[in-house]
């Protein structure tokens, strides 16, 4: 299996901040790379595809860079919904596997 | 708009088999082109793939829970379900349905289910 690691495992953050949190793929997955934001008590909500491609409907303030083994998601200005848990996720092996999450909340 | 939406019991017994269906609407699962799958986060915990289908029936699990896993489609109610075998209270989970989009050789889940919480315990 391919193993994603996430870091910081937590932030604290303040409104208008930049924030960017790394994902990190146990061998090269090209850029087949996903990024999730989950909300409590809610599924996951897609942002990102393959590394950079922002899905409709995001906010552009959200961005995502990478390739082979380190991928990066950032958000430009911290909004109030986007306290969340951000999860990135490799399609590079048939048996995807998804980071451990990176919780963002309020500073 | 595709919309999924999970069903079936929300406690089972440990040893017995899981059993979850995913309606889809505002979409035909028949139409190809997508992937149908399930995903599983346990409570507090990330997301774990689970597997998929695609709607002639050909499928991809989980090699960690392939030996308890059955996915199957039924193309005529636009619906495809799971079945977890042999279950434990390490089974105990939220599970989600999505689809599966491909593009420029990855794939991602979009849109999810809104989940539904499984309790193994006797």
């Known amino acids: 299996d391919i193993q994603m690691t996430q870091s910081p495992s937590s932030l604290s953050a303040s409104v208008g901040d930049r924030v960017t949190i790394t994902c990190r793929a146990s061998?090269?997955?090209?850029?087949?790379l996903n990024w999730y934001q989950q909300k409590p008590g809610k599924a996951p909500k897609l942002l990102i595809y393959?590394?950079?491609s922002l899905q409709s409907g995001v906010p552009s303030r959200f961005s995502g860079s990478g390739s082979g083994t380190d991928f990066t998601l950032t958000i430009s200005s911290l909004q109030p919904e986007d306290f969340a848990t951000y999860y990135c996720?490799?399609?590079?092996?048939?048996?995807?596997?998804f980071g451990p999450g990176t919780k963002v909340d309020i500073k | 708009q595709v919309q999924l939406q999970e069903s079936g019991p929300g406690l089972v017994k440990p040893s017995q088999t899981l059993s979850l269906t995913c309606t889809v609407s505002?979409?035909?699962?028949?139409?190809?082109?997508?992937?149908w799958s399930w995903i599983r986060q346990h409570p507090g915990k990330g997301l774990e793939w689970i597997g998929y289908?695609?709607?002639?029936?050909?499928?991809y699990y989980n090699p960690s829970l392939k030996s308890r896993v059955t996915i199957s489609v039924d193309t005529s109610k636009n619906q495809f379900s799971l079945k977890l075998s042999s279950v434990t209270a390490a089974d105990t989970a939220v599970y989600y349905c999505?689809?599966?989009?491909?593009?420029?050789?990855?794939?991602?889940?979009?849109?999810w289910g809104q989940g539904t919480l499984v309790t193994v315990s006797s």
């Open positions: 999505a689809r599966v989009l491909a593009a420029a050789g990855t794939r991602w889940f979009d849109p």
């Open positions: 505002g979409g035909s699962i028949s139409s190809g082109g997508y992937y």
């Open positions: 289908i695609y709607y002639s029936g050909s499928t």
């Open positions: 061998q090269s997955i090209s850029s087949y």
């Open positions: 393959a590394a950079s």
């Open positions: 996720q490799q399609s590079y092996s048939t048996a995807f596997t």
